[in-house]
């Protein structure tokens, strides 16, 4: 998928292991576990996300049931955010989600980061970084393992965290990670929420 992707235009993508849950009635009787997956997850504008779309529909079949799924979010580059902070999008309960990705063992010391400009914490989602040169042949050349960190945050303390992950870890240089923010548009859960919930249910 990466090969055709980079044929429309892609520089590359990230692979993720993961797993997910089948319908199918022979998989449940020969291993009810969940299913292994892999999520691959390319940067794209619009005119490039319609023709990913259009490439994984037709070349690999998602028209058919258990091929696979595709979806698209938005995001925005951090130099953009940082040129243009009233760009960002609103999210319905305040928050945004501050996506980096480092390479392996890396990940701890970014939430690190993130927590001394206020940050609760973060989740670290092992991975594998897929870089496809110009000139290529196969296979695929799947670089180290990469940490992808998440944490979500208020618009209060958004630029602030953002910030410090970059400082810390020396983002401006080719190599070190690169970070990404996304519009959040529901969180169920956090801590905050659950306090605010709290008080209403003892008022």
């Not at 979806?71 to 999008?89: D, G, L, R, V, Y």
């Not at 480092?102 to 927590?115: D, H, K, P, S, T």
């Not at 989740?123 to 110009?134: F, L, Q």
């Not at 799947?142 to 960190?149: A, L, N, R, S, T």
């Amino acid at each position: 998928m990466l090969h055709k992707a980079q044929e429309l235009g892609a520089r590359g993508g990230t692979i993720f292991l993961a797993e997910g849950t089948t319908r199918s009635r022979f998989l449940n009787k020969v291993n009810p576990a969940h299913a292994h997956k892999e999520l691959v997850m390319i940067g794209a504008g619009q005119s490039l996300s319609a023709s990913l779309h259009e490439m994984v529909f037709q070349t690999f079949k998602f028209y058919k049931r258990r091929k696979g799924i595709a979806f698209s979010i938005p995001f925005k580059h951090w130099e953009s955010t940082a040129e243009n902070p009233s760009s960002n999008q609103e999210s319905g309960d305040g928050y945004s989600a501050i996506i980096t990705i480092v390479n392996r063992g890396r990940g701890v010391e970014c939430v690190q980061a993130a927590r001394k400009a206020g940050a609760r914490g973060g989740t670290i989602v092992h991975g594998h970084g897929a870089g496809i040169p110009k000139e290529y042949f196969f296979p695929l050349s799947i670089e180290p393992q990469k940490d992808m960190v998440i944490i979500l945050s208020k618009k209060e303390t958004l630029q602030s965290i953002k910030d410090s992950i970059l400082v810390s870890m020396n983002l401006a240089e080719p190599g070190n990670g690169i970070l990404f923010i996304l519009p959040v548009l529901r969180t169920s859960g956090l801590f905050e929420n659950r306090m605010v919930e709290q008080r209403g249910a003892g008022s």
